[in-house]
């Protein structure tokens, strides 16, 4: 057990479905992230959110839609997405200090689109 | 941006050696340096980190050395048991933006019983 709950673990959709992943954390953290994990990439950030507020869009296509409404809860839309776009998704959250510190993830929601 | 590169992508050991483990890092600014350890369908888990006043930390079997001047580090892990299996990311944060992570493209360890 993390402290970070993502569900589901495992999802599947159309190219034109609209589904969302949830991310939910017990740690009391003010800053929740979104990761995409794909085969033999790096880690990429994808959003970054202090206190609800969204503070990084590292360059995301439109098509992921991220949503916090506190800091305990943090959601990633999905519509009209592509094959590329299948990946674990990993959600994290940190202290949000102001300074570089530990990451905590969840176990990922992986995404197959087809 | 942060350029973080880890080698090597795989690494096979008889249980019982060490194991190392480099990143090398381009932000000469950076100054926060975690090693996270993902397992077979889970999240990575932070098992070691290293900030830049310090160039050693130790924790039991495991170690972090960190040179800056030629920015780079390293994880050490002595003794290697089967359940240190998993893959091993390192990662900097962006001076620029300290939420901004990179991260390594991975170490996957196999220790051989």
């Known amino acids: 057990e993390t402290g970070v709950t993502q569900t589901p673990r495992h999802l599947v959709m159309g190219m034109t479905n609209k589904k969302s992943l949830k991310c939910e954390q017990h740690?009391?953290?003010?800053?929740m992230y979104w990761y995409k994990q794909s085969a033999k990439k790096p880690l990429e950030l994808m959003f970054v959110y202090n206190f609800k507020e969204q503070t990084e869009n590292n360059s995301v296509p439109s098509r992921f839609s991220p949503e916090c409404p506190n800091s305990s809860h943090l959601f990633l839309h999905l519509h009209t997405l592509q094959p590329e776009d299948s990946a674990l998704y990993l959600c994290a959250s940190s202290h949000g200090s102001g300074t570089a510190g530990e990451l905590f993830f969840g176990e990922g929601s992986r995404l197959t689109v087809l | 941006g942060e350029n973080v590169e880890q080698h090597p992508s795989t690494l096979s050991v008889q249980e019982g050696d060490s194991a190392v483990i480099k990143c090398t890092y381009s932000?000469?600014?950076?100054?926060?340096f975690p090693w996270y350890k993902q397992e077979l369908g889970k999240g990575p888990q932070l098992i070691i980190d290293i900030r830049s006043n310090v160039g050693e930390k130790k924790d039991q079997r495991i170690a972090v050395t960190l040179n800056k001047t030629a920015k780079h580090f390293s994880l050490h892990i002595t003794e290697t048991q089967p359940e240190d299996s998993a893959v091993y990311f390192c990662?900097?944060?962006?001076?620029?933006?300290?939420?901004?992570?990179?991260f390594g493209t991975g170490t996957k360890l196999q220790v051989i019983p």
């Open positions: 932000d000469s600014a950076s100054n926060y």
């Open positions: 740690l009391g953290h003010n800053a």
């Open positions: 990662a900097a944060p962006y001076s620029g933006g300290y939420q901004k992570v990179t």
